[in-house]
T-cell receptor
Framework: DADVTQTPRNRITKTGKRIMLECSQT?????MYWYRQDPGLGLRLIYY???????NKGEISDGYSVSRQAQAKFSLSLESAIPNQTALYFC?????????????FGSGTRLTVV | TQLLKQSPQFLSIQEGENLTVYCNSS?????LQWYRQEPGEGPVLLVT?????EVKKLKRLTFQFGDARKDSSLHITAAQTGDTGLYLC????????????FGTGTRLQVFP
């Protein structure tokens, strides 16, 4: 099993629908992150969490919300999906020694909003 | 917002050629990482460089951190088709920082 698992892998949804992307990890890390990837823009941080009771906004949090249900689970929701939220979404965990030691990413969710 | 700019954005070469990818910023980083991402997968960490001027080698890949810790380069010797992918640099402002800043990416295609 993968260290970081994202579901679903692909999703097509209609404008205005609420959608949830799920992430679970088996690495036992406290820190988890949600990023979106768009061509030519790299990875941009949406939200991050340092433990179950800690939630922080990233640089592009508008239109998104998150839930940290347990140390191992971190979900991303799009409250009312819009076409410009079409992107590749990644969940990641970071080494407990510090962010400078690297991230472990999931395989991503490709989301299309029509 | 700090930016990490990578160049070139796209690179298409023949197997056996050498190449260099650059990652530049106006910010000073405590460490810089390089990731490779293959289609349908998440980025995978290749290396972390920490000290200004540091050089690390991973088989045919050579990574260098600039003396001022604002830039980095990735050099691939005798590229192979298996090197094809998206290369991302990412900087950490400190070891205990809460998040990484990712570069814009370099998409490498190696043809046989």
């Amino acid at each position: 099993d993968a260290d970081v698992t994202q579901t679903p892998r692909n999703r097509i949804t209609k404008t205005g629908k609420r959608i949830m992307l799920e992430c679970s990890q088996t690495k036992g890390h406290d820190r988890m992150y949600w990023y979106r990837q768009d061509p030519g823009l790299g990875l941009r941080l949406i939200y991050y969490s340092f433990d179950v009771k800690d939630i922080n906004k990233g640089e592009i949090s508008d239109g998104y919300s998150v839930s940290r249900q347990a140390q191992a689970k971190f979900s991303l929701s799009l409250e009312s999906a819009i076409p410009n939220q079409t992107a590749l979404y990644f969940c990641a965990t970071s080494d407990p020694r510090g962010t400078g030691y690297g991230y472990t990413f999931g395989s991503g969710t490709r989301l299309t909003v029509v | 917002t700090q930016l990490l700019k990578q160049s070139p954005q796209f690179l298409s070469i023949q197997e056996g050629e050498n190449l260099t990818v650059y990652c530049n910023s106006s910010s000073v980083f405590s460490s810089l990482q390089w990731y490779r991402q293959e289609p349908g997968e998440g980025p995978v960490l290749l290396v972390t460089v920490v000290t200004g001027g540091e050089v690390k080698k991973l088989k045919r890949l050579t990574f260098q951190f600039g003396d001022a810790r604002k830039d980095s380069s990735l050099h691939i010797t005798a590229a192979q088709t298996g090197d094809t992918g998206l290369y991302l640099c990412a900087g950490a402002l400190s070891y205990n920082t809460d998040k990484l800043i990712f570069g814009t990416g370099t998409r490498l295609q190696v043809f046989p």
